[in-house]
Nanobody, 130 residues
Framework: QVQLVESGGGLVQAGGSLRLSCATSGRAFSTYTMAWFRQAPGKEREFVAAIWTGVTTYYEDSVRGRFTISRDNAKNTLYLQMNSLKPEDTAVYYC????????????????????????WGQGTQVTVSP
């Protein structure tokens, strides 16, 4: 059974940066689409970014240009570099792995939907102060 463990969250001032990591184990990593979602208090969980190969990435509009998703297949680890953070980025951030291996299909398709992802981490809190 695949396991995902996020780390790297914390408290940062607006304009600052954080780098989230998601260590995975339990199955092959490189053949699955990986994604980051986030959930703010009182709101639904929303898509942030996804990655298939190192050059095939997808972003939610509000984070494009500020966040960068990447993966290290040798380390079975997913990353999210977050720059120019804003208070509205405050949320619990979750990493997720697709339920099935292979390419994610055309954008948007199901890439930004929770139903595509079969396993989730426990989340890491990101708080951005004004």
């Amino acid at each position: 059974q695949v396991q995902l463990v996020e780390s790297g969250g914390g408290l940062v001032q607006a304009g600052g940066s954080l780098r989230l990591s998601c260590a995975t184990s339990g199955r092959a990593f490189s053949t699955y689409t990986m994604a980051w979602f986030r959930q703010a208090p009182g709101k639904e969980r929303e898509f942030v970014a996804a990655i298939w190969t190192g050059v095939t990435t997808y972003y939610e509009d509000s984070v494009r240009g500020r966040f960068t998703i990447s993966r290290d297949n040798a380390k079975n680890t997913l990353y999210l570099q977050m720059n120019s953070l804003k208070p509205e980025d405050t949320a619990v951030y979750y990493c997720a792995t697709a339920a099935r291996p292979g390419p994610p299909g055309p954008w948007p398709g199901t890439i930004a939907t929770m139903k595509k992802y079969g396993s989730w981490g426990q989340g890491t809190q990101v708080t951005v102060s004004p």
